[in-house]
């Protein structure tokens, strides 16, 4: 068996990497480079033309091409590898007619606690919308943040005694719309300065929040021990990382709590497994970051069942929205999705990924461009959201 074809997909605010061999088998892989998926989908055309003709069984031989081949990585390429590499197991679990998991060494777990998102631009919508994730059976919620919603396009003035005191309110209030049954995972999205950071984390302590994620900006992971070792609530963070070296890092420096692997540009579950194995010998546990399509919720729910230290895993809704004026629905990409039951996702049974793109999924969802925008503060200077 041979790869007889690497072509990307871009449709909709996403890019698949879809991989066909001499004998009719075929993959699918997502990238997740966010504001770089024209450029990843170039860089696995680019991969294609070396793929063409070796052996997709090989997964971590070309794998290894692939990662160090490329000088410079970055968020485009580990994309473009994250994408073939699902693309190439999903082939495997195809040929040998099991899911993907089997090949990994078989499950740890028979189904997977996953959250569910909540977001909100009012106090009001935040406890709807988290009473509502308690209705449907979750028992943990996320992308909780203390901050809201808004819109970019509305320049930052808040005082910072307003800022603290509102956030402070704000999870409280998740607190008490969802009572002692649900774990909240709040989500600062790298909003905070260390200093700011600290202060919320301490007001928030007797919430007892499962983790608080990405309290500060990436890249300085001094700053981040700096919170850690403040805080008496786990953190959690490195969805921003592409390789085991930033993860290395990061776990060395007593910079995280729990480790957010992002499948899809971290090399795809090759290298997720790689960065998992790295922190089950610190103790670290693994939170699965996931906020695209039902491709890569696919992908990392044969990543978790494979792995003994998963925490929990982010799960976007497959019915919600995929554009931004929210006129179409996720699982519409796909032929087959999964939904929780009591806030488990059972695990998948088909072989390889057990998921598909639907027939002419680029002419019905045609491709979204992500804008370049930041969001400012009055004084005109840039804002972390």
Same mark, same amino acid.
């Given at each position: 068996?041979?790869?007889?074809?690497?072509? %990307?997909?871009?449709?909709?605010?996403?890019?698949?990497?879809?991989?066909?061999?001499?004998?009719?088998?075929?993959?699918?892989?997502?990238?997740?480079?966010?504001? *770089?998926?024209?450029?990843? %989908?170039?860089?696995?055309?680019?991969?294609?033309?070396?793929?063409?003709?070796?052996?997709?069984?090989?997964?971590?031989?070309?794998?290894?091409?692939?990662?160090?081949?490329?000088?410079?990585?970055?968020?485009?390429?580990?994309?473009?590898?994250?994408?073939?590499?699902?693309?190439?197991?999903?082939?495997?679990?195809?040929?040998?007619?099991?899911?993907?998991?089997?090949?990994?060494?078989?499950?740890?777990?028979?189904?997977?606690?996953?959250?569910?998102?909540?977001?909100?631009?009012?106090?009001?919508?935040?406890?709807?919308?988290?009473?509502?994730?308690?209705?449907?059976?979750?028992?943990?919620?996320?992308?909780?943040?203390?901050?809201?919603?808004?819109?970019?396009?509305?320049?930052?003035?808040?005082?910072?005694?307003?800022?603290?005191?509102?956030?402070?309110?704000?999870?409280?209030?998740?607190?008490?719309?969802?009572?002692?049954?649900?774990?909240?995972?709040?989500?600062?999205?790298?909003?905070?300065?260390? %200093?700011?950071?600290?202060?919320?984390?301490?007001?928030?302590?007797?919430?007892?929040?499962?983790?608080?994620?990405?309290?500060?900006?990436?890249?300085?992971?001094? *700053?981040?021990?700096?919170?850690?070792?403040?805080?008496?609530?786990?953190?959690?963070?490195?969805?921003? /990382?592409?390789?085991?070296?930033?993860?290395?890092?990061?776990?060395?420096?007593?910079? #995280?709590?729990?480790?957010?692997?992002?499948?899809? #540009?971290?090399?795809?579950?090759?290298?997720?497994?790689?960065?998992? %194995?790295?922190?089950?010998?610190?103790m670290c546990p693994v939170v699965p970051h996931n906020p695209l399509s039902p491709v890569c919720t696919a992908a990392e729910l044969q990543f978790c069942a494979s792995i003994d230290n998963l925490l929990i895993c982010e799960f976007p809704d497959p019915e919600g929205g995929l554009m931004r004026?929210?006129?179409?629905?996720?699982?519409? /990409?796909?032929?087959?999705?999964?939904?929780?039951?009591?806030?488990?996702?059972? /695990?998948?049974?088909?072989?390889?990924?057990?998921?598909?793109?639907?027939?002419?999924?680029?002419?019905?969802?045609?491709?979204v461009q992500m804008p370049v925008r930041c969001r400012l503060n009055t004084d005109g200077s840039i804002r972390d959201q």
């Amino acid at each position: 068996m041979k790869i007889k074809e690497v072509r %990307a997909i871009r449709t909709n605010r996403y890019c698949y990497a879809e991989i066909t061999t001499d004998n009719g088998l075929h993959g699918i892989g997502e990238s997740g480079a966010f504001g *770089a998926l024209d450029a990843s %989908a170039a860089q696995i055309e680019n991969f294609g033309s070396y793929l063409v003709g070796k052996d997709p069984l090989e997964i971590e031989h070309l794998w290894q091409v692939m990662f160090r081949g490329s000088y410079f990585r970055g968020a485009a390429v580990m994309g473009a590898i994250s994408a073939i590499d699902v693309a190439l197991w999903d082939i495997a679990g195809k040929y040998y007619n099991v899911p993907i998991y089997q090949l990994l060494g078989g499950k740890c777990r028979d189904k997977i606690r996953v959250y569910g998102h909540v977001m909100a631009k009012t106090d009001e919508e935040l406890v709807a919308n988290c009473e509502k994730k308690r209705q449907q059976g979750y028992t943990a919620v996320g992308h909780l943040s203390p901050f809201l919603d808004e819109p970019e396009s509305i320049p930052y003035g808040k005082t910072h005694v307003r800022n603290m005191e509102e956030s402070i309110r704000r999870v409280h209030l998740m607190r008490q719309a969802v009572g002692d049954n649900i774990d909240l995972c709040i989500e600062l999205h790298r909003r905070s300065l260390p %200093a700011e950071a600290v202060v919320l984390i301490k007001e928030i302590e007797d919430v007892h929040p499962l983790f608080v994620e990405d309290p500060i900006p990436p890249g300085n992971n001094e *700053a981040m021990a700096y919170v850690v070792s403040k805080s008496s609530i786990p953190i959690a963070t490195g969805e921003r /990382l592409h390789t085991i070296f930033e993860f290395r890092d990061l776990l060395n420096r007593k910079a #995280t709590d729990y480790i957010r692997i992002s499948l899809t #540009t971290v090399g795809g579950i090759t290298g997720a497994r790689k960065i998992a %194995a790295m922190a089950e010998a610190e103790m670290c546990p693994v939170v699965p970051h996931n906020p695209l399509s039902p491709v890569c919720t696919a992908a990392e729910l044969q990543f978790c069942a494979s792995i003994d230290n998963l925490l929990i895993c982010e799960f976007p809704d497959p019915e919600g929205g995929l554009m931004r004026d929210r006129a179409h629905r996720k699982c519409e /990409l796909v032929t087959n999705y999964h939904m929780p039951v009591d806030g488990f996702v059972p /695990l998948p049974e088909g072989p390889g990924l057990g998921i598909d793109l639907i027939d002419g999924v680029e002419e019905k969802f045609p491709a979204v461009q992500m804008p370049v925008r930041c969001r400012l503060n009055t004084d005109g200077s840039i804002r972390d959201q």
